[in-house]
């Protein structure tokens, strides 16, 4: 293509076209409030996760780090990587959260993880958030400015950012909302984080992880299995609770001392990374 084509070329704002798509999820439960309630159960399945597995082989941790986990949780990588690393950071804006985070670091003895109540719209200047070796944000980057969390994150590393993102609906599974008759629209996934990187001038590494096999989630009864999917439907009625039911009573086969579903739910992340060094500013 020549130089003058090159100009006439619009070439799209990434941003902007995940700021849009976050505003047409208005249906997301995202705020504190959500996050506190579900703490105790996401805590519990995340820690058993093989993604946890995957995104720490990736990371490869080294005994002299610090670590800026950006969107914590319980703990889910904090508390694996302060067994490897210098000191951690853990960052999260759910109070209930870093309580229980709290609670397994005093469990386990560890004492180099420290725990700051801040979303990523805080000042972290004021905040006192120092620079670390490497910062993370881990399946975190619910926010509507990406362009400015991608900075504030690259902002607070010395030497490598490594952030995760959904491929196509994450976790959501499409078949429970066909079913009760919800449409799933979980709008741009990782490529429109990665053309954002691009667009900023950070060309990232991509590697893509996943297992199908953690998600076949062992559940007690169908009472326990509409429970635990009913977290991904935001202020589910009546009916659709019923529809839920007849889905899952279709589809539950037994499995050991439980019941699973009987397919499976490939849920597979991005993990982007990029070096400081290697970005163009």
Known sequence: MSETCDKNVVKPDWNRIWQESCRKRRGDRNDREFWNKRAPSFANHAKES?????????????????????????GTLAIPLADTVRQVTAVDFSETMLAILS??????????????LLDWQDD???????????????????VEDLAGAIEKLAG?????????????DGPFDRRIFQAIGRDLDRGPDYICVYNLLHQMGIYADVTFVGNADEEKKIFQNLDDAVKGYGWMINDMTGEEECKLRQYLERHLVPMGDGYVLDYLHLVRWAILSWDIARCDT
């Open 50 to 74: 093989g993604y946890v597995t995957d995104f720490l082989r990736h990371l490869a941790p080294q005994p002299d780090w610090s670590v800026l986990d950006v969107g914590c949780g319980a």
């Open 103 to 116: 609670e397994r670091c005093r469990k386990k003895g560890l004492a180099n993880v420290t725990t700051r």
């Open 124 to 142: 972290w200047d004021v905040a006192g958030i120092e620079r670390h070796d490497v910062a993370i944000a881990s399946r975190s980057l619910v």
């Open 156 to 168: 607070r590393a010395r030497h490598r950012v490594i952030v995760s993102s959904l491929v196509a």
